[in-house]
């Protein structure tokens, strides 16, 4: 049974940083890569940021240059930096493997920033 387990998130103020990470239950993430996706309150799921097998990183627009995604691959880690944040960050941060045609989640993490 495949198991991610996010953490790392808290409440920041806006202008501040946070790391999150994600730990896989095996070695998952060197065979699969992993993604982030967040959802805040009333909105659809969205991406956020993934790396695959290879390193290849890919952001969604509105993050690139503030968030930083990174694995370490003898650890089973996966990390999400949060820079430069803003209210509207604020939402349940999840982390993600696709493979065997699923896809698997996290609990999520929640953050939240405000003044």
């Known amino acids: 049974q495949v198991q991610l387990v996010e953490s790392g998130g808290g409440q920041v103020q806006p202008g501040g940083s946070l790391r999150l990470s994600c730990v896989a239950s095996?070695?998952?993430?060197?065979?699969?890569?992993v993604d982030w996706y967040r959802q805040a309150p009333g909105k659809p799921r969205e991406f956020v940021a993934g790396?695959?097998?290879?390193?290849?990183?890919d952001y969604a627009d509105s993050f690139e240059g503030r968030f930083t995604i990174s694995v370490d691959n003898a650890k089973n880690t996966g990390y999400l930096e949060l820079n430069s944040l803003k209210t509207e960050d604020t939402a349940a941060y999840y982390c993600?493997?696709?493979?065997?045609?699923?896809?698997?989640w996290g609990q999520g993490t929640q953050v939240t920033v405000s003044s």
């Open positions: 095996g070695n998952i993430f060197s065979l699969y890569g």
């Open positions: 790396i695959d097998k290879r390193g290849r990183l």
């Open positions: 993600s493997a696709f493979f065997d045609k699923k896809r698997y």
